[in-house]
């Protein structure tokens, strides 16, 4: 099963910019458990991590993911003891195993400008995405304190079919996305980031699973599959701002506006503040507030109406639908030794039409 949105921003993903400069090489190891409210989606994930620097003009990023997903999501089944009617119900998911892998290397030049391409490749017993991106960070001056940032990243996916998916065959997609960006420094303790950014998928982006049911010209209602555009369009902006208002206290500042061809738009707020308590914590709270709208043809289970025509695109994802979304985040990081640290978090997620979840993370950092 094709992991939701959430779970992908979770995972984090291979990001199309090329990061900061990092003079140490690091080990790591992350896990994550998360939890699904009324016992619907339940994740286990762990990641293993490796940086190298080979002198201060390459770097290598490895990572290798392993998760497993069990429980349930609703469906529509047939009424008990209606014919021709349709109830909202829940189909329990076989347990699922995926495993992702993803690997970047930069290069800089006398300039130190950047060039980063990678690759990432994940697959389960229903769906397998690959991927490469490239990205470039270019200096304004020997000053440094301008950068202009470009990316781009291409993705294949494959929805597998099996007895239990709408699609008979295997089906495909595809999708492109790049990323334009600069960051000023601003004073010496400010900077300032702001990206544009677009996408463009096609091909099978229908959930191969959920369904839906039609209402017919003789009154009779007929269940089919999740039916969605075979292509679809994004584009939207991001502002960060990040300021140290004391050598131990940091705030990080991040707005992000989405719009896309299917009719759904989103404004997202997210705060982040970094305290060095001591000289061996650091706590780092988190709030995160998404709005979204619906897509055109997405109708809720539960709503005034929640059929479709006998034609036309049709979804109860809840993930289409329109909501608001909050996110609370409070992690800590140990450092007994100056080599080696210690992460723990707990994060609950709430949505305005009553889903919620909760996961905790757990990490050990090794630099050498």
């Given at each position: 099963?094709?992991?939701?949105t959430?779970?992908?921003?979770?995972a984090?993903?291979?990001?199309?910019?090329?990061?900061?400069?990092?003079?140490?090489?690091?080990?790591?190891v992350?896990?994550?458990?998360?939890?699904?409210?009324?016992?619907?989606?339940?994740i286990?994930?762990?990641?293993?991590?490796?940086?190298?620097?080979?002198?201060?003009?390459?770097s290598?990023k490895?990572d290798?993911?392993?998760?497993?997903?069990?429980?349930?999501?609703?469906?529509?089944?047939?009424?008990?003891?209606?014919?021709?009617e349709?109830?909202?119900?829940?189909?329990?998911?076989?347990k699922?195993i995926r495993?992702?892998?993803?690997?970047?290397?930069t290069?800089?030049?006398?300039?130190?400008?950047e060039?980063?391409?990678?690759?990432?490749?994940?697959?389960?017993?229903?769906?397998?995405?690959?991927?490469?991106s490239?990205?470039?960070?270019?200096w304004?001056d020997?000053?440094?304190?301008?950068?202009?940032?470009?990316?781009?990243?291409?993705?294949?996916?494959?929805?597998?079919a099996?007895?239990?998916?709408?699609?008979?065959?295997?089906?495909?997609?595809?999708a492109y996305?790049?990323q334009?960006?600069?960051t000023?420094?601003?004073?010496?303790?400010?900077?300032?980031?702001?990206t544009?950014f677009?996408?463009?998928?096609?091909?099978y982006?229908s959930?191969?699973?959920?369904?839906?049911?039609?209402?017919q010209?003789?009154?009779?209602?007929?269940?089919?599959g999740?039916s969605?555009?075979?292509?679809?369009?994004s584009?939207?902006?991001?502002l960060?701002?990040?300021?140290a208002?004391?050598?131990?206290?940091t705030?990080?500042?991040?707005y992000?506006?989405y719009?896309d061809?299917?009719g759904?738009?989103?404004h997202?707020?997210?705060?982040?503040?970094?305290?060095?308590?001591?000289?061996?914590?650091r706590?780092?709270?988190?709030?995160?507030?998404?709005?979204?709208?619906r897509?055109?043809?997405y109708?809720?289970?539960?709503?005034?109406?929640?059929?479709?025509?006998?034609?036309?695109?049709?979804?109860?994802?809840a993930?289409?639908?329109?909501?608001t979304?909050?996110?609370?985040q409070l992690?800590?990081e140990?450092?007994?030794?100056?080599q080696h640290?210690?992460n723990?978090?707990y994060?609950?997620?709430?949505?305005?039409?009553?889903?919620?979840a909760?996961?905790?993370?757990?990490?050990?950092i090794?630099?050498?």
């Open positions: 099963m094709h992991k939701p959430l779970m992908l921003a979770l984090g993903g291979m990001a199309l910019s090329a990061g900061a400069v990092n003079a140490e090489d690091k080990l790591s992350q896990t994550m458990r998360y939890r699904e409210d009324d016992q619907r989606m339940d286990d994930y762990i990641t293993f991590g490796l940086e190298k620097d080979f002198g201060t003009d390459y290598l490895l290798y993911g392993y998760d497993a997903i069990s429980g349930a999501t609703p469906v529509w089944k047939p009424h008990p003891t209606q014919v021709g349709f109830v909202e119900s829940r189909q329990t998911l076989a699922e495993r992702a892998a993803s690997g970047a290397l290069l800089r030049d006398k300039a130190r400008n060039y980063t391409v990678g690759g990432a490749y994940s697959d389960e017993l229903d769906f397998k995405s690959a991927e490469i490239a990205a470039v960070i270019f304004h020997e000053l440094h304190n301008r950068s202009y940032n470009a990316g781009i990243g291409v993705q294949d996916n494959t929805a597998i099996t007895p239990f998916t709408n699609n008979a065959r295997d089906a495909d997609s595809r996305n790049v334009l960006g600069v000023e420094v601003l004073d010496a303790t400010s900077t300032l980031e702001a544009l677009g996408g463009r998928e096609s091909g982006l959930n191969h699973y959920l369904k839906i049911v039609r209402l010209d003789d009154g009779s209602k007929l269940l089919v999740d969605r555009p075979d292509r679809r369009n584009a939207g902006f991001t960060r701002w990040i300021r208002w004391q050598p131990t206290f705030s990080n500042l991040w992000r506006y719009h061809s299917w759904i738009n989103a997202t707020v997210e705060s982040k503040l970094y305290w060095d308590a001591t000289a061996w914590l706590v780092n709270p988190v709030y995160r507030w998404q709005w979204q709208d897509a055109n043809f109708r809720a289970y539960n709503g005034q109406p929640n059929m479709f025509a006998t034609t036309g695109y049709g979804s109860n994802d993930r289409l639908g329109r909501f979304v909050q996110t609370a992690n800590l140990f450092r007994p030794l100056k640290s210690i723990v978090g994060s609950h997620y709430w949505q305005s039409n009553g889903f919620a909760d996961w905790i993370t757990a990490g050990y090794w630099k050498f």
